[in-house]
């Protein structure tokens, strides 16, 4: 296990908004009473750059972001399970380059929804219990990774409907898997996080055949030989609590609890010993009343900023590159008050939506 390195003191964000940019509301709108627990915009496809997607109860929205504000409403996909409560959505996309929407929640069951046609395009059983996040493997958009409360994550090919990898066993969480993200540029790596407290980095190198080959198989999906990777290459004791966002900046982390932060650190990985080494902590982005757990942040295509929501209904936006970390903006609306529980940030990170507990979306546009 990973112990924190003594290293210098990590540089922590002031909370005085550096007005570098601001942003005004420029829509809502109510999809109805049940929470809205994800957002996401579409980067798989430059296309389809301005095209977001929400999910909440047993529905899949996609709306499409316009000028002046205003948001257009595409196609709703609803679940045949009325009791089906989604969590977590992705884009990918076919390998003949067809956008799919991949959506998991409590029934343990991914869906892959054809973004054209509205209709079900493949649904994956494997999980044990219910999908926390999806993520898509942004090099190879028809692989995607799903974290899930069985205390697994497990790698898929919705070209084949194949899974091909399931990361558990002696070296697994020990608890529920909240969040997991591949690495940007490199294609082996994943890192994982749950309610055991730790953030898992995970290596497929070993396994990369079967990745391969997973594109190639023509028999029933069941039949293909799927690998367990019992044991991470790096576990990490950032935070003392529920660790239920992770995501790569470079070969950094970024990574938060419920102690109304977000960390950035590196881990320095032993390739010799498996699982052991050291962490330096670099910054601190702090994010007051961010003490509940399934808020997730998000970023825009360069990573440039992040934008988090709190349980209070405001949003703030942290620009990652820069060191201390410097705090874009602060956004809040007198009638936005529900706990937000993930944010999107557009391809330029000139408009930041938010769905919230209370069923509603909110954009916020910069002010040119």
């Not at 296990?1 to 709108?29: D, F, H, Q």
């Not at 389809?48 to 504000?69: I, K, P």
Request: aromatic residues 12%; negative net charge.
């Amino acid at each position: 296990m990973a112990k924190t390195g003594l290293g210098c003191e990590p540089a922590i964000g002031s909370l005085t908004p550096s007005k570098k940019r601001e942003y005004r509301v420029s829509n809502r709108l109510h999809e109805g009473k049940r929470p809205l627990y994800a957002i996401a915009f579409n980067f798989v496809d430059a296309r389809y750059y301005d095209v977001f997607a929400t999910v909440g109860g047993n529905r899949v929205t996609v709306y499409r972001c316009l000028e002046g504000g205003l948001i257009a409403v595409l196609q709703a996909y609803v679940d045949e399970d009325k009791d089906e409560s989604f969590y977590t959505l992705s884009w990918a996309c076919d390998t003949d380059g067809t956008p799919l929407l991949v959506a998991g929640g409590c029934n343990g069951i991914i869906r892959i929804i054809n973004a054209g046609t509205e209709k079900i395009h493949k649904s994956f059983v494997g999980h044990g219990d219910s999908v926390n996040e999806i993520r898509t493997q942004s090099l190879k958009p028809s692989l995607v990774v799903s974290a899930s409360k069985d205390e697994s994550v497990r790698l898929w090919n919705i070209h084949t409907g194949i899974c091909i990898l399931i990361f558990a066993g002696a070296g697994g969480h020990r608890n529920e898997v909240l969040s997991v993200d591949f690495h940007p540029s490199d294609i082996y790596r994943i890192a994982s996080c749950g309610m055991d407290n730790t953030v898992k980095i995970w290596s497929m190198k070993e396994f990369w055949q079967y990745v391969e080959r997973s594109f190639t198989w023509t028999d029933l999906p069941s039949k293909f030989p799927t690998k367990y990777v019992q044991f991470p290459v790096f576990i990490a004791s950032v935070h003392s609590n529920y660790v239920d966002c992770n995501r790569w900046l470079g070969d950094f982390i970024l990574s938060k609890s419920v102690d109304n932060e977000i960390v950035l650190w590196e881990p320095k990985i032993k390739e010799q010993s498996p699982g052991e080494g050291a962490v330096d902590i670099l910054q601190k982005y702090p994010v007051p009343e961010c003490d509940i757990w399934f808020i997730k942040f998000s970023c825009d295509f360069h990573y440039n900023a992040a934008a988090i929501g709190n349980r209070e209904g405001k949003i703030f936006l942290w620009e990652l590159q820069s060191s201390p970390p410097v705090l874009i903006a602060r956004l809040s609306h007198v009638h936005c008050k529900s706990p937000i529980r993930q944010t999107a940030v557009s391809f330029d990170g000139s408009t930041i939506l938010s769905c919230c507990e209370d069923g509603s979306v909110w954009r916020w546009d910069a002010v040119q």
